[in-house]
């Protein structure tokens, strides 16, 4: 199931929009203006979502510094938060939680930036989501998949190990009646994925 975030306002691209993705330092601070700042593309693209793209650390500070919002979602629902998620762009990633990100918010997909990071198994960035004090490992996405679903799947021995550590629910079913032992099996995951969940499921047998 897709869910639909509010639709991303479009615009033109702009000095600023060029002045994030291919300038210099001096270049963006010309072109910064509060009628700029949270102005998107045709895509719904904000210069907080292009610099975090790009990985341009420098010019994410300063547009979170000149206040630009960080949960406007482009046309695909994505937030800043989203893509520094998917594109394992840490640093970035830490700011945007800083600035105080929405982690709640939903794509078209239905994901979170925690579920997607969970599905490209970036570990890293999984644990400083689960430091955050309103992140749900219960939690289902768009098509009914807990985190450690989404991480039985991902090939990342390092979060599912993260995610039984943060006590994922092990028995949790997919919406066709899967257990995270069972997709990683089904997936054909390695072995140490299969172990972390095997001995999870004996200790709630003992």
Do not use: C
């Amino acid at each position: 199931m897709e869910l639909s975030p509010p639709a991303a306002v479009t615009g033109k691209r702009n000095k600023l929009h060029d002045a994030v993705e291919f300038g210099t330092y001096s270049d963006l601070s010309k072109a910064l203006s509060p009628k700029l700042i949270n102005q998107p593309t045709d895509k719904g693209s904000t210069p907080l979502h292009l610099a975090t793209s790009q990985d341009i650390w420098w010019a994410v500070k300063e547009l979170l510094y000149r206040k630009a919002n960080p949960d406007l979602q482009d046309s695909s629902g994505d937030t800043p938060l989203h893509i520094a998620s998917r594109k394992n762009h840490f640093l970035i990633l830490r700011m945007l939680i800083s600035a105080k990100a929405d982690i709640s918010l939903r794509n078209r997909r239905g994901e979170t930036a925690f579920d997607v990071s969970l599905k490209m198994g970036h570990a890293r960035i999984v644990r400083s989501f689960l430091r955050q004090e309103n992140v749900d490992v219960h939690s289902r996405d768009g098509s009914g998949r807990t985190p450690l679903h989404l991480a039985a799947e991902s090939g990342s021995a390092a979060t599912v190990k993260l995610l039984i550590d943060a006590n994922a629910e092990i028995s949790a079913l997919t919406t066709t009646g899967l257990t995270p032992l069972q997709v990683a099996l089904e997936n054909k995951m390695p072995g140490r994925i299969l172990t972390y969940l095997r001995h999870k499921v004996a200790l709630l047998l003992l």
